[in-house]
């Protein structure tokens, strides 16, 4: 879908419209109330697009989101409207973020005026101050814009606006990707503590696997637009079973032996979303494509636990490891 106009939350956001590309397909799953499913793949394998769609921030042009038992592509604008005090998201960049020209006060604020969650301006600042504190931020900064914060202060802000409306589910769009690693670890341990304290459930999008594996309870791994394994988070990592996640692990250091993993580099480019490979869209980068590889999507099998992957040589035990 094209969405046009600065008021557009998506471009707004981002800085740009987004445009009407296949970016995902057949992806099903679940999360689960309290957890953190983590979303890992490469810059342009559909993560975000899957976040936002989850919300309705993208309107995906077939399928289901439920929610609580309630399918909201299905919902009006108003009870849309309702549901997104529930459903919130944690931006990548805060700074693009953030409406420049309005105090902190106000962007934080936002959703309770939106959502009439607060009686008035000044219950309105009270309440903004209470979530300030709680994400680390001085509440007497309240009046303050958003230039004149650290860029990990900014993401702060970032979190405050998304719990002010006490969601139940958040989308974490690569919240620490555009941080200093000094901050990066400080605000990872802001969003455990505060998922601990409100009792949130997280799909938690990045393309770094120690982030990851730090906070998932379970992982889904994406390649164009699609997740190729899914399951525990000790399963997924220790014993990846589809070569694209074995190539992703191959890429971490092994701090238990070191030295000792061989590195495994793909092949030819990432393929354009716009006109994806048939068959296994892996196939092209694939080290143990076989003929079929080339013609048929390979179904999902189940490999025990609740770890399933989306490849043709499962019941092989192949690896591209060694
Ligand atoms: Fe590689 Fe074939 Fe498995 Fe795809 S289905 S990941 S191409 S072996
Ligand atoms: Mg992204």
């Not at 939106?114 to 000044?122: D, E, Q, T, V």
């Not at 120690?210 to 699609?226: F, H, N, T």
Request: proline share 7%; hydrophobic share 35%.
């Amino acid at each position: 879908k094209h969405y046009g106009g600065r008021r557009d939350p998506i471009s707004w956001a981002t800085g740009k419209p987004a445009i009407n590309i296949r970016a995902l397909n057949g992806v099903s799953f679940e999360v689960r109330r309290g957890e953190t499913l983590g979303l890992i793949g490469e810059s342009g394998c559909g993560k975000s697009t899957l976040g936002r769609t989850l919300l309705r921030l993208h309107e995906p042009t077939s399928g289901r989101v439920v929610f609580n038992g309630t399918d909201i592509t299905a919902l009006k604008p108003d009870a849309l409207k309702a549901m997104r005090r529930d459903m919130q998201i944690i931006f990548q960049d805060p700074y693009a973020s953030l409406n420049p020209r309005r105090t902190v006060a106000d962007i934080i604020g936002l959703p309770l005026m939106l959502h009439g969650l607060a009686s008035n301006r000044r219950d309105m600042r009270d309440r903004v101050a209470a979530i300030m504190d709680k994400v680390g931020l001085k509440a007497n900064h309240l009046d303050r814009y958003p230039h004149q914060f650290s860029g990990g202060q900014r993401q702060r802000i970032g979190i405050a606006r998304a719990l002010i409306s006490n969601p139940q589910f958040i989308v974490c769009d690569e919240p620490v990707s555009a941080l200093d690693v000094s901050i990066q670890a400080q605000i990872i341990e802001l969003l455990t503590s505060l998922k601990r304290e409100m009792g949130l459930t997280y799909l938690f999008v990045s393309h770094d696997i120690s982030v990851i594996g730090y906070l998932s309870d379970r992982v889904a791994v994406m390649y164009l637009g699609e997740i190729v394994e899914m399951g525990p988070v000790e399963a997924v990592l220790s014993n990846p079973r589809h070569p694209y996640t074995q190539s992703l692990m191959s890429a971490v250091p092994d701090v238990d032996h070191p030295g000792k993993r061989q590195r495994v580099r793909l092949t030819g480019d990432l393929p354009s979303p716009q006109n994806p490979p048939p068959g296994c869209k892996f196939h092209t980068r694939c080290p143990l494509a076989i003929d079929l590889c080339r013609k048929e999507a390979p179904p999902r099998h189940e490999a025990g636990n609740g770890h399933t992957v989306s490849c043709h040589l499962i019941n092989d035990e192949l690896s591209i490891l060694r």
